[in-house]
């Protein structure tokens, strides 16, 4: 059986080219992640064991998670309030 040495080119060597796609794989801006967050809010009757409203919200990459949970609050309270499920 014959040995083929392994040919890597004009990298040399596996270290040369690990060495050059490294830093062009694993820059900032090659991966990117994304966040999507979901909550949903039920109000029920439990006198009834029934479910009388429900809200639901997503956000894609928020800037801020506790501004953009201040304003889904401000619209929950408010939803409920204009169907006269909370006092005003």
Known sequence: M???PLNY???GSYYGYYNYYYP????????TSNKT???ESNFYDLEQDQL?????????????LD???DRYS???LN???????IAK
Do not use: C, R, V
Not at 52 to 62: E, I, M, T, V
Not at 79 to 85: F, I, P, S
């Open 37 to 39: 967050y979901y909550i």
């Open 52 to 64: 009388l409203w429900s809200f639901q919200s997503d956000a894609y990459n928020p800037s801020s």
């Open 9 to 11: 080119g004009m990298y």
């Open 74 to 76: 401000y619209d929950l």
């Open 79 to 85: 939803e409920l309030k204009k169907e006269g499920l």
């Open 2 to 4: 014959a040995y083929y």
């Open 67 to 69: 501004k953009w949970f």
């Open 24 to 31: 062009q794989a694993y820059s900032p801006g090659y991966y």
